[in-house]
């Protein structure tokens, strides 16, 4: 058997759930990160988003550029942050990512970048606050759906809309069949719609 290589590590960190920015020749990856060492079950309470860049012409020598999003203390994301996606709008890169809180609520957070480096997070607030059901169509009736985690925004506005997906609960259906998929839609990527 071929032996396994891995495209990417960091030293003393567990990686997962990543996701891209493409910015001319560079490849920005963005991922969960939390220390390699430790109890796995607790790992949840301390994820950061991580970043490296490689070459898009390579995609095997990443450069490791250290944590862009963490928890903070005292705010509504103050346990740990879990996927996002990012997205170029009017000029600058915008970040959502889930975050939670250990007050249980949380919701979708964002962030705001002029060059992919350096990330600001905005608001004192979720852009999406997880503890309000969202309603949407689903197989000619209307659901009421629980937004769970990992929103992605499709990289392009289509028809002057971004689109996003997010992993859901459907409220009204049986607990082995309720998990799906809620696509929301914005102009501004602050104020979003169930569609």
């Given at each position: 058997m071929p032996e396994h290589k891995l495209a990417y590590a960091v030293r003393d960190t567990r990686i997962n759930d990543s996701w891209y920015a493409f910015d001319g020749?560079?490849?920005h990856a963005f991922y969960l990160q939390y220390p390699a060492h430790g109890d796995l079950e607790s790992c949840w309470c301390c994820q950061t988003v991580g970043h490296?860049?490689?070459s898009i012409r390579d995609l095997t020598s990443w450069t490791d550029c250290g944590t862009v999003l963490a928890p903070l203390a005292g705010t509504?994301?103050?346990?740990g942050i879990a996927t996002g996606s990012t997205v170029r709008h009017?000029?600058?890169w915008y970040m959502i990512y889930t975050g939670n809180s250990?007050?249980?609520e949380g919701g979708f957070g964002m962030a705001v970048s002029e060059d992919l480096m350096h990330w600001e997070k905005l608001l004192d607030r979720p852009v999406i606050d997880r503890s309000r059901p969202v309603t949407a169509a689903y197989m000619g009736r209307t659901c009421t759906c629980r937004l769970l985690a990992d929103p992605y925004i499709y990289p392009e506005a289509l028809g002057g809309y971004y689109f996003m997906y997010v992993n859901a609960y459907i409220e009204e259906l049986p607990l082995n069949r309720r998990g799906g998929q809620v696509i929301l839609r914005s102009r501004d990527l602050f104020s979003w719609e169930a569609c």
């Open positions: 020749d560079t490849v490296s860049v490689c509504w994301n103050d346990k009017d000029g600058k250990h007050s249980g």
